[in-house]
């Protein structure tokens, strides 16, 4: 998945100073999820999160309040998503 220019824009004050890669992460309440992975040892805090839906501003988010449960969410959906997919190839190839 391509990462979006409005999250890149977000992530500008990060990627400018740090050597980083996006991550999808996959959905949290009709939002992608991006992240940063840091290619070099940085102290930063918290994860960074980007919260991106066609036509909205992104959502820049570090708080610890939220970004685990938002993470965590997010790669469930995802695994969820692919176990669905998964399943629904197999019951495919069994009526074949």
């Known amino acids: 998945m391509r990462t979006p220019l409005a999250v890149k ?6 990627t400018d100073d740090f050597a980083t890669k996006y991550c999808h992460l996959g959905q ?8 940063l992975e840091f290619l ?3 102290t930063i805090g918290f994860p960074w999160v980007f919260l991106y839906k066609e036509g909205e ?6 708080d610890e309040r939220f970004v685990f ?11 969820e998503r ?11 190839n069994l009526k074949d």
């Open 9 to 14: 824009k977000a992530a500008k004050f990060l």
């Open 28 to 35: 949290y309440n009709g939002y992608e999820v991006y992240t």
């Open 40 to 42: 070099e040892d940085v």
């Open 57 to 62: 501003d992104v959502i820049s988010l570090n």
């Open 69 to 79: 449960d938002i993470i965590e969410t997010a790669e469930r959906n995802t695994r």
């Open 82 to 92: 692919r176990k669905a997919a998964r399943l629904a190839k197999e019951q495919s």
